[in-house]
C-alpha cells in the first residue's frame, strides 16, 4: 500500500490514504491481521457467523407475525432476549441489580 500510495501522484499527500496506510500497519503491528495464524488456530476471521446469528435472533423475536414494535418497545425487548440467552447471563444481571439497585422511572 505504502509503494502505490509513492507511485499515484493522486496518493501521495492525501490524508485518506495515510490514514488507511496507517490504520493497516497499527492492526498488522498488533496481531490482528495475521490470517494464516488464526486459520490454523481454527478462529473465525469473519465476521459473518455473528451477524447471521444476531439477524436471527432479531428475526426471531420482533417479525412474528402482526408484531408492530417502536424503537424503544424493540430495545427493552431485545435487552432482555440478550439478558436471558445464554441463561447464565440472567442470574448475572440479578445478582448486579440485588448489588447496585435498579434505578426506576416514577
Do not use: H
Not at 447471563?89 to 448489588?99: N, P
Amino acid at each position: 500500500m505504502r509503494a502505490l500510495a509513492r507511485e499515484r501522484p493522486w496518493a501521495k499527500g492525501d490524508q485518506d490514504v495515510q490514514w488507511a496506510i496507517t490504520y493497516f500497519a497499527n492492526q498488522s503491528t498488533a496481531g490482528r491481521m495475521d490470517y494464516s495464524s488464526r486459520v490454523a488456530a481454527n478462529e473465525p476471521i469473519g465476521s459473518g457467523v455473528t451477524e447471521a446469528a444476531c439477524e436471527v435472533i432479531v428475526k426471531q423475536r420482533l417479525c412474528g407475525s402482526g408484531m408492530k414494535w417502536t424503537e424503544g418497545g424493540s430495545a427493552v425487548v431485545l435487552s432482555l432476549w440478550a439478558l436471558s440467552y445464554p441463561p447464565e447471563r440472567w442470574a448475572q444481571f440479578w445478582s448486579k441489580v440485588d448489588r447496585w439497585g435498579f434505578p426506576v422511572a416514577a
